[in-house]
């Protein structure tokens, strides 16, 4: 296992396909060969992606910004991420802070997306019910 630049960079252009709403993106970011998951943060926000007509996430007017500690490892043809980024929403200003790990997969000389997470930070004292 050694870091990976590479790995971080694909993730980089995860974001910033997110951000920028360009769906047609997404067919170079994740990967076509296998079933791909991003799970978010809402309860219901499990999606798996199949096509690029699948993959618009619903998130037009939010920013998807990188945190200070984005780091990507890979070891042979899949690699993995883990970051601290926040969603930024355009009309209000208000930020979401959360935690990531992603993992990655070479397909055509390029890491793709085939798995990521999102959470948001909830103290243990509140996710108890």
């Known amino acids: 296992m050694q870091q990976s630049e590479g790995v971080k960079e694909a993730m980089l252009r995860f974001y910033e396909a997110f ?5 047609g993106s997404f067919d170079r970011l994740v990967s076509q060969e296998h ?5 978010g943060t809402h309860p219901t926000s499990g999606l798996t992606i199949e096509s690029s007509g699948d993959t618009a996430f619903g998130m037009v007017g939010i920013r998807l910004e990188a945190g200070d500690a984005l780091r990507g ?3 042979g043809s899949v690699g993995w991420v883990a970051d601290q980024p926040t969603f930024v ?4 200003g208000a930020t979401i802070p959360t935690r990531l790990t992603a ?7 390029e890491r793709k997306l085939v798995q990521a997470y999102f959470c948001v930070d909830v103290p243990n ?3 108890a019910t």
């Open 19 to 23: 951000t920028a709403y360009d769906v």
């Open 35 to 39: 079933e791909s998951m991003v799970i």
């Open 73 to 75: 490892w890979e070891e």
């Open 89 to 92: 929403l355009h009309q209000h």
């Open 103 to 109: 993992i990655m997969r070479q397909e055509d000389g």
């Open 125 to 127: 004292e509140e996710a």
